[in-house]
């Protein structure tokens, strides 16, 4: 009876139990297959629309560069390439060593772009570290174009095993590009406020209105010195926090920038065929205007745009002699740095890999002698079994 009772009282608990897990339990309902097969909806994945100000500025290029082809196709039409020929032969040694220098220098000034931007984010770098990635990036860009992502890659690529992550390189590449436009912005200013009528020939604007775009520009940067002084100067755009240099810095950027493009000024300055109807300054302020329209064009180097420009402004016994000189620069600044570019980084990687191979190796020998050191066996066997060579 005892037991009976025992087990009436288990089933009954055992019956209760499983009713009031079914009460609590939730019930499960499958969706309808239709339901199943639909992926989840994502709301941020939108198609990338292409924006009022991207397709302004893409016509704004292609005008330029459309522009400064059809003067130069005007220009060249006319021009004997024999007399090219003779013209590049008769440019002087003294000619093309004076230009060299002038390149030189100006390349010298461009590894201070990186110095400088390195100083601002606090980062330690070795100056020939500094001096080969600021140089390569530079020569590659100039004559392939897209400075923003081929300089940056190539600083990439020599900034990394010195430990600059990702976001310290693009750092960088925007300040070093704000150096060279801050220099070149304030030539430009000086250029249109004190030479107006010589760049008049080129954008076709009345001198008043290019005397006043000067004083603008030249304006702008004094109150930025000044707001720089007075005023914190993080800046975020669109996730991308920078500190913007400070009064001293800036300055600084702007002497680099100056040196830089007055010495490639010289460059092309020195190779001219007479400096009878020009003086530097003059050149120099030309000379940056139409740098500044063959990188609004996005061609490479400016190609195309800068040789329209310099065709038209710049006076000259014969135009054959004067594109004979745009030749030699091209070959002089942009070529000869670019193959050199290639080169050294080249070299850099090989001594990379090297060093690589053989850090590899001596870990491989350290972790034998070690393995002998561990294992006696093993030593043994080695050296009582082991042909001898």
């Given at each position: 009876m005892d037991q009976e009772y025992a087990g009436h009282n288990e089933g009954?608990?055992?019956n209760r139990g499983l009713s009031e897990f079914a009460r609590k339990?939730?019930?499960v309902v499958w969706p309808p297959e239709r339901e199943l097969a639909l992926p989840p909806k994502d709301e941020t994945a939108r198609p990338a629309r292409i924006s009022i100000g991207q397709l302004v500025a893409i016509g704004f290029s292609l005008a330029i560069a459309g522009f400064s082809l059809l003067i130069l196709v005007h220009v060249i039409s006319g021009i004997s390439w024999s007399a090219v020929r003779q013209a590049i032969a008769a440019t002087s040694a003294e000619q093309i060593v004076?230009?060299?220098f002038f390149t030189a220098l100006s390349y010298l000034a461009l590894t201070g772009y990186d110095g400088l931007a390195l100083?601002?984010?606090?980062?330690?770098?070795?100056y020939k570290t500094t001096a080969l990635a600021s140089f390569t990036s530079y020569a590659i860009s100039f004559t392939l174009g897209f400075p923003l992502i081929i300089a940056g890659t190539v600083r990439y690529w020599i900034y990394s095993p010195a430990g600059l992550t990702a976001s310290k390189v693009a750092s960088l590449t925007v300040i070093a590009g704000a150096t060279y436009w801050s220099g070149s912005g304030i030539l430009l200013g000086a250029g249109l406020a004190f030479h107006a009528g010589a760049i008049s020939e080129i954008n076709r604007l009345w001198p008043i209105v290019n005397v006043l775009m000067g004083i603008m520009i030249i304006g702008t940067a004094c109150a930025y010195l000044v707001w720089a002084a007075i005023k914190r100067r993080d800046v975020s755009f669109k996730g991308f926090r920078l500190e913007l240099p400070g009064p001293g810095l800036w300055i600084g950027?702007?002497?680099l920038g100056v040196i830089d493009q007055c010495a490639a000024a010289a460059a092309l300055y020195m190779l001219l065929p007479s400096h009878d109807q020009l003086d530097y300054f003059t050149f120099a302020a030309v000379y940056v205007f139409g740098c500044i329209l063959g990188v609004a064009s996005n061609s490479p180097g400016g190609i195309g745009v800068f040789e329209a420009a310099m065709l038209k402004v710049v006076p000259s016994a014969s135009g054959e002699a004067l594109l004979a000189s745009l030749v030699l620069f091209r070959v002089i600044y942009y070529f000869v740095p670019f193959v050199l570019g290639l080169a050294f980084i080249g070299a850099h990687e090989g001594v990379h890999r090297w060093k690589s191979l053989r850090e590899a190796m001596l870990g491989s020998e350290e972790e034998a002698v070690l393995e002998d050191e561990i294992n006696p066996l093993r030593r043994w066997y080695r050296?009582?079994?082991r042909p001898k060579q």
């Amino acid at each position: 009876m005892d037991q009976e009772y025992a087990g009436h009282n288990e089933g009954q608990e055992s019956n209760r139990g499983l009713s009031e897990f079914a009460r609590k339990a939730n019930p499960v309902v499958w969706p309808p297959e239709r339901e199943l097969a639909l992926p989840p909806k994502d709301e941020t994945a939108r198609p990338a629309r292409i924006s009022i100000g991207q397709l302004v500025a893409i016509g704004f290029s292609l005008a330029i560069a459309g522009f400064s082809l059809l003067i130069l196709v005007h220009v060249i039409s006319g021009i004997s390439w024999s007399a090219v020929r003779q013209a590049i032969a008769a440019t002087s040694a003294e000619q093309i060593v004076a230009a060299a220098f002038f390149t030189a220098l100006s390349y010298l000034a461009l590894t201070g772009y990186d110095g400088l931007a390195l100083h601002q984010l606090k980062l330690r770098v070795p100056y020939k570290t500094t001096a080969l990635a600021s140089f390569t990036s530079y020569a590659i860009s100039f004559t392939l174009g897209f400075p923003l992502i081929i300089a940056g890659t190539v600083r990439y690529w020599i900034y990394s095993p010195a430990g600059l992550t990702a976001s310290k390189v693009a750092s960088l590449t925007v300040i070093a590009g704000a150096t060279y436009w801050s220099g070149s912005g304030i030539l430009l200013g000086a250029g249109l406020a004190f030479h107006a009528g010589a760049i008049s020939e080129i954008n076709r604007l009345w001198p008043i209105v290019n005397v006043l775009m000067g004083i603008m520009i030249i304006g702008t940067a004094c109150a930025y010195l000044v707001w720089a002084a007075i005023k914190r100067r993080d800046v975020s755009f669109k996730g991308f926090r920078l500190e913007l240099p400070g009064p001293g810095l800036w300055i600084g950027q702007i002497t680099l920038g100056v040196i830089d493009q007055c010495a490639a000024a010289a460059a092309l300055y020195m190779l001219l065929p007479s400096h009878d109807q020009l003086d530097y300054f003059t050149f120099a302020a030309v000379y940056v205007f139409g740098c500044i329209l063959g990188v609004a064009s996005n061609s490479p180097g400016g190609i195309g745009v800068f040789e329209a420009a310099m065709l038209k402004v710049v006076p000259s016994a014969s135009g054959e002699a004067l594109l004979a000189s745009l030749v030699l620069f091209r070959v002089i600044y942009y070529f000869v740095p670019f193959v050199l570019g290639l080169a050294f980084i080249g070299a850099h990687e090989g001594v990379h890999r090297w060093k690589s191979l053989r850090e590899a190796m001596l870990g491989s020998e350290e972790e034998a002698v070690l393995e002998d050191e561990i294992n006696p066996l093993r030593r043994w066997y080695r050296d009582k079994w082991r042909p001898k060579q």
